[in-house]
């Protein structure tokens, strides 16, 4: 036999609406997702923040640097966003490793 649905079956639920709080929209979902929170911040605390977090890049350079970017895009502002999507762009340089590290034998010549 074949199985069909029966249509007065009743559906799980799927409203999870279970902590009390009334189910939000999607309006509401929506503005909670985009809310921004306030950085608080100094310039002054930002930078040092910059420079503990991404230290090995000039932050003092790198600022510059972004400053005569924007010059050429006038559409675009200097957040503390942009500044950081900037910065993360700069790759951490790689750790030096000792030649035992990489699998090399001292005295071993490859065969030519």
């Known amino acids: 036999t074949t199985h069909t649905e029966n249509p007065n079956a009743?559906?799980?639920?799927?409203?999870f609406a279970?902590?009390?709080?009334?189910?939000?929209?999607?309006k509401e979902?929506?503005?909670q997702r985009t809310k921004k929170t306030k950085d608080t911040r100094?310039?002054?605390e930002f930078v040092e923040y910059l420079k503990k977090t991404y230290d090995w890049v000039n932050i003092d350079t790198?600022?510059?640097k972004i400053d005569?970017?924007?010059?050429s895009h006038p559409d675009r502002k200097k957040t503390r966003r942009f500044?950081?999507?900037w910065l993360l762009r700069k790759e951490k340089p790689m750790e030096k490793q000792s030649s035992s590290m990489l699998?090399?034998?001292e005295g071993y010549r490859p065969c030519l």
Do not use: F, H
């Open 68 to 71: 005569v970017w924007l010059l």
């Open 103 to 105: 699998g090399i034998v």
């Open 29 to 31: 979902y929506k503005e």
């Open 62 to 64: 790198e600022l510059k």
């Open 83 to 85: 500044v950081e999507n």
């Open 42 to 44: 100094t310039t002054e």
């Open 18 to 26: 279970e902590s009390g709080k009334p189910e939000a929209t999607k």
């Open 10 to 15: 009743e559906k799980p639920n799927t409203d």
